[in-house]
């Protein structure tokens, strides 16, 4: 609120807090429509003679403005007690325009080793098709081709690991598709469980590169052997 004051034998002052009017002329408005004071009577002395108006509240825009809401949180966390995952939804459907189809190598703690291939296709904003089938050694589909329809959001709560039981580094490794920088979740199951590390490779949004779970059996690993694109 704005602040009038008259002192004897001096003009008149305007005091106006930021956003108020100003000049003689609204002084002299609010001075006239108000109620004559013996300053006297509530002990302000004879010199000083004060009325305090009340201000007009802020505009609606004012108050949506100190209301804004906070900062768009990281895309990256997908809820509390969650490790950030190494990459968004957005970005493992960018890596995924066109469709693609990434070829891998299963090997079990019993050396058994098995060809997998998961395909992209029909790929939208939203999400894709996903085909997945085991290939033999020459590349021929071997038993039915699944398909499902995924979302990248789905896709990418894959590797949205328990911040308590996950330590998160950094590594390089030597892969079938080339030397790459990885982001290694170490991820610690709960007791009696296996415990799993995941090795993402920055260069290629999407699904591990590698995954090896470590169990009273032995240890099993899949590894990325092929990123192909039409």
């Known amino acids: 609120m704005g602040l009038f004051s008259q002192r004897k034998e001096e003009e008149n002052?305007?005091?106006?807090l930021p956003g108020e009017p100003r000049g003689a002329q609204d002084a002299a408005e609010v001075l006239d429509a108000s109620t004559a004071v013996d300053p006297?009577?509530?002990g302000l002395g004879a010199k000083y003679t004060s009325?305090?108006?009340p201000v007009a509240p802020p505009a609606p825009e004012a108050a949506d403005a100190s209301d804004a809401a906070p900062k768009d949180p990281d895309a990256h966390v997908l809820g509390p007690g969650l490790l950030p995952t190494p990459f968004t939804a957005d970005e493992i459907r960018d890596a995924a325009r066109g469709g693609k189809t990434i070829r891998m190598l299963d090997e079990e703690a019993d050396g058994t080793r098995t060809l997998r291939v998961?395909?992209?296709r029909e790929v939208d904003d939203d999400g894709a098709l996903l085909e997945r089938w085991t290939s033999g050694p020459t590349g021929i589909v071997d038993g039915e081709i699944e398909r499902s329809r995924v979302t990248w959001r789905e896709l990418q709560a894959?590797?949205?690991f328990p911040e308590d039981r996950t330590t998160l580094s950094s590594e390089t490794l030597e892969l079938p598709i080339g030397r790459v920088e990885c982001l290694r979740y170490e991820v610690?199951?709960?007791?009696?469980?296996a415990s799993e590390t995941f090795?993402?490779?920055t260069a290629h949004p999407g699904m591990q590169v590698r995954v090896e779970t470590i169990s009273d059996e032995g240890v099993t690993r899949t590894t990325v052997i092929a990123i192909e694109r039409p």
Do not use: K
């Not at 610690?188 to 469980?193: F, H, K, L, S, V």
């Open 13 to 16: 002052t305007w005091a106006a």
């Open 40 to 42: 006297l009577e509530i």
């Open 51 to 53: 009325i305090v108006f």
């Open 118 to 120: 998961n395909r992209f």
């Open 158 to 160: 894959h590797a949205a």
């Open 188 to 193: 610690r199951g709960p007791a009696d469980a």
């Open 199 to 201: 090795w993402f490779a």
